[in-house]
């Protein structure tokens, strides 16, 4: 049971404008910033969005990052057959003193 | 440019136990701290601890307290965990990954290849 909640799946069509949730609590998202990491099957995560709405570069600007509360989101407009892979959101907990990640959410290009 | 470069797949008893190392190279080892994370087979990512490669001091989640050592050797640019007491579910991919900061505000940008660990009688 992971600490931030995310939708297992999620899917849209070449050109759509996808948005994956991350929902956390005050310990956590409600007071500190979320990053989001890709993760390509068999490899280790890469960074997507970092301080909640930072792109590194490399990153294209389609991709974005949000938070309103305690809720975080990750919009990929203009979704691309490269965008279908698995998505993770991540934040500090004061609570807990760790770091702690949403149960993933996979994303298909349908 | 940054390359973290982990130990090679271990499979290991119930009850031993593990020593996976990552190797730092590209940049000042010491001015960043490093994060353990592991994924289960299908399952998602978890946090098990940091090391400041600095001085040393550690921070564990909770579940690995008393389970998990976590140590550098700055010599080498080398950080190192230790899991004892192997049970079945910690079969998993184990990766360090580098801390970086943004105006206050931590995350990593940098990731190892991942250690597989096996843990099977």
């Known amino acids: 049971q992971s600490v931030l909640t995310q939708p297992p799946s999620a899917s849209g069509t070449p050109g759509q404008r996808v948005t994956i949730s991350c929902s956390g609590s005050n310990s956590n998202i409600g007071s500190n910033i979320v990053n989001w990491y890709q993760q390509l099957p068999g490899t280790a995560p890469k960074l997507l969005i970092y301080?909640?709405?930072q792109r590194p570069s490399g990153v294209p600007d389609r991709i974005s990052g949000s938070k309103f509360g305690t809720s975080a989101s990750l919009a990929i407009s203009g979704l691309q057959s490269e965008d279908e892979t698995d998505y993770y959101c991540a934040a500090w907990d004061d609570s807990l003193n760790a770091w702690v990640f949403g149960g993933g959410t996979k994303l298909t290009v349908l | 440019q940054v390359h973290l470069v982990q130990s090679g797949a271990e499979v290991k008893k119930p009850g031993a136990s593990v020593r996976v190392s990552c190797k730092a190279s590209g940049y000042t080892f010491s001015t960043y701290g490093i994060s353990w994370v592991r994924q289960a087979p299908g399952q998602g990512l978890e946090w098990m601890g940091w090391?400041?490669?600095?001085?040393?001091?550690?921070n564990y989640a909770q579940k690995f307290q008393g389970r998990v050592t976590l140590t550098r050797d700055t010599s080498t640019s080398t950080a190192y965990m230790d899991l004892r007491s192997l049970r079945s579910d910690d079969t998993a991919v184990y990766y360090c990954?580098?801390?970086?900061?943004?105006?206050?505000?931590?995350?990593?940008?940098?990731w190892g290849q991942g250690t597989l660990v096996t843990v099977s009688s």
């Open positions: 990954a580098r801390e970086s900061e943004y105006s206050g505000t931590y995350y990593f940008a940098y």
């Open positions: 301080s909640t709405d």
């Open positions: 090391i400041s490669a600095y001085n040393g001091n550690t």
